[in-house]
């Protein structure tokens, strides 16, 4: 076995651990979480209508009903396949921590939110003999959906950072440079937003709005505060490019991406079909691990690095972009 092809299995052996690491620990909080949300409502059971009130379709009457045990069984059924799919996300594509970090604080999040509803929602039915007559709370839906928010983004801080992985390879021949004299200094700079993105965020505001009204639950507007904020955090960048190599941040300043000049092995152009490649818009994680800030189709800057990860970033200009990350990655062996 060559040099580098062991390097590159000992680098495989330690992404793969570090995603079933990643995938126990938080999966073992959110299991925690549906399990305490289970016995609550179990214990409840001698206080509560049957069969309960299991969902609501549009305002505050309930349409449909279940038994406890069918009640308990949906939430955990649910949340095992939601689980299930967050680690296999890390299991099978978790390379970088950005990757595990999504496992991380999707696990909690979406236990969270189970847990918060059905707790909730239950609650809300202690002591009536029939769950016909029960009222769902306007503040249940938006307190689920923004207090699991907070042990999230513990948990994704919890992911350590990828540690620092120097390539020992040259920058393939065919790679574009730009002509730069030993110690002239460049730097590369554009912004990169999302049209549809942008446009299906707004979409989905106005939709929060109208439902509050229809429904009169004035609660939910608070969801509206969290979707300004995802739009300001996942549909524009700055890319910057210099001689520490490439920065990716959000116009928010979280969440943002860092690649070392000495980690690069080649930068290049590529073109890019959101949903083919990467399932939609936003912060992505597409074929083979890639991971993709994916604003738009077309013209976008992929950057391959040690460890076999890479990021693409669609943006304009993604040739002098390539060039010039190629040319630093090049100084950066030099240095070493």
């Known amino acids: 076995m060559s040099t580098r092809t062991a390097r590159d299995a000992d680098t495989d052996v330690a992404w793969r651990r570090r995603a079933v690491i990643t995938s126990i620990w938080s999966s073992a909080i959110a299991l925690a979480l549906l399990i305490a949300a289970a016995v609550i409502i179990w214990s409840w059971r001698d206080q509560l209508p049957h069969p309960l009130a299991s969902h609501w379709s549009g305002g505050s009457a309930p349409d449909g009903f279940s038994g406890h045990t069918s009640f308990i069984t949906f939430m955990g059924a649910t949340g095992l396949g939601c689980i299930a799919l967050f680690d296999a996300i890390a299991l099978f594509s978790g390379r970088t921590a950005a990757t595990l970090r999504m496992t ?9 939110l189970l847990a918060t509803i059905a707790t909730g929602s239950t609650a809300v039915q202690r002591g009536l003999a029939d769950a016909h007559h029960v009222v769902l709370p306007g503040w249940l839906l938006p307190t689920a959906m923004l207090a ?3 042990p999230a983004v513990i948990a994704a801080f919890l992911v350590p950072a990828d540690r620092h992985q120097p390539s020992a390879s040259r920058i393939p021949e065919g790679a574009p440079q730009i002509p730069l004299g030993a110690s002239a200094r460049a730097v590369w700079l554009r912004r990169t937003s999302s049209g549809p993105g942008a446009a299906i965020a707004v979409g989905s505001i106005l939709l929060v709005v109208v439902l509050s009204i229809v429904l009169d639950t004035p609660g939910i507007l608070a969801l509206v505060a969290v979707l300004i904020l995802v739009l300001g955090a996942t549909l524009a960048f ?5 001689a520490t190599g490439l920065t990716v941040r959000s116009l928010l300043g979280f969440p943002s991406t860092r690649i070392r000049a000495d980690e690069v092995e080649r930068a290049s152009v590529i073109d890019v079909s959101p949903l083919r490649d990467f399932g939609g ?7 083979g691990g890639r991971t993709g800030i994916v604003l738009r189709s077309g013209e976008a800057l992929l950057v391959e690095q040690t460890g076999g990860r890479s990021l693409v970033i669609t943006v304009e200009d993604a040739a002098q972009g390539a060039a010039l990350l190629n040319t630093m990655a090049v100084r950066a062996r030099g240095r070493g």
């Open 281 to 287: 818009w936003g912060w992505r994680v597409g074929h």
């Open 148 to 150: 699991p928010l907070i």
């Open 104 to 112: 991380a604080a999707g696990n909690v999040w979406i236990a969270g």
């Open 238 to 242: 700055r890319v910057r490019v210099d």
